[in-house]
């Protein structure tokens, strides 16, 4: 982490090129993710590896929301969706087969490098592909509703598994390499990057808000999110979620399921690897 963060903070933009004249190791991604997360146990101290699936409520500065929150899972808003998911999920393709059928991955192990493509897998990619291997039209919101609906029922099989995704491949090396080059740059009016906000003021205030830790980020999603639910639009995936982030900083959002939010969840996902999932989950 201190070799990432003096790279950050030090050089801006020199991150994108400081490994670009040779291709990162399986063993630098490791040292990576052991820096990550010790970086996070030093400066929370009180807060274990596994309590970051709670996202910004396990920080000691979400302590006064917190209890408002634990009421608000005695009876989750999410409940009556996630209902309607499990129906959306056993409801039978016209040829009589379902999304049982689907060769799906562990969700604990997505993003999923697949070498004959040089592409990643991702969940809502996997599900599309096997709505049209079925005959049946595939999702066109890939950001909310029903997608994420989807996604939040059968991740939710795999609640409590740590996160494992393969990056032994040289191909998933680079593809790490994107995402870690896009979690550090700036980018905006703004000028900020993934982890000014998510690492190095983690834990701070902004508008009277608390900043979430990286540590975390994506093993609670799809989320139901109070802001979106004022609006009628509750569930968002991974990528929903990147693009608002990228708008905030006045930034234009890239597209959902392209090659930069697809190797920045795959960045995220390494990074979090050990901590389990727990979804759905509900933010603010």
């Known amino acids: 982490m201190k070799k990432l963060v003096s790279l950050a903070v030090g050089m801006g933009m020199a991150v994108l090129t400081a490994s670009t004249a040779q291709a990162i190791s399986e063993a630098e991604?490791?040292?990576?993710?052991?820096?990550?997360?010790?970086?996070?146990?030093?400066?929370?101290?009180g807060v274990a590896l596994e309590d970051y699936v709670d996202g910004v409520n396990a920080l000691p500065q979400y302590a006064h929301r917190r209890a408002n929150w634990e009421l608000m899972m005695d009876f989750p808003p999410y409940e009556p969706e996630m209902e309607k998911a499990e129906e959306e999920w056993s409801k039978a393709f016209a040829n009589g087969k379902g999304f049982d059928d689907c060769n799906l991955a562990p969700a604990n192990t997505y993003p999923v490098y697949d070498e004959a493509s040089d592409d990643l897998r991702t969940l809502v990619a996997d599900l599309n592909g096997c709505l049209k291997a079925n005959g049946e039209k595939p999702i066109k919101n890939v950001k909310r509703g029903k997608m994420a609906r989807l996604i939040a029922h059968y991740k939710s099989q795999f609640n409590d598994e740590p996160m494992a995704v393969d990056f032994s491949a040289a191909g998933a090396q680079a593809w790490y390499e994107k995402g870690r080059q896009f979690y550090w740059a700036k980018r905006g009016q703004l000028n900020f990057s993934c982890a000014n906000c998510h690492v190095q003021n983690a834990g701070n205030s902004i508008r009277g808000d608390v900043l979430s830790a990286g540590l975390g980020h994506g093993v609670g999603f799809p989320v139901y999110r109070t802001k979106w639910a004022v609006a009628g639009k509750p569930w968002g995936t991974m990528h929903r979620r990147y693009g608002g982030c990228n708008?905030?900083?006045?930034?234009?959002?890239?597209?959902?399921?392209?090659?930069?939010?697809?190797?920045?969840?795959?960045?995220?996902?390494i990074m979090n690897t050990g901590v389990p999932l727990k979804v759905p989950s509900q933010r603010q």
């Open 29 to 45: 991604i490791n040292n990576d993710i052991a820096e990550f997360q010790g970086f996070f146990l030093k400066r929370f101290p």
């Open 247 to 269: 708008k905030q900083v006045r930034a234009s959002p890239f597209k959902a399921q392209g090659t930069e939010y697809k190797a920045l969840e795959y960045y995220e996902a």
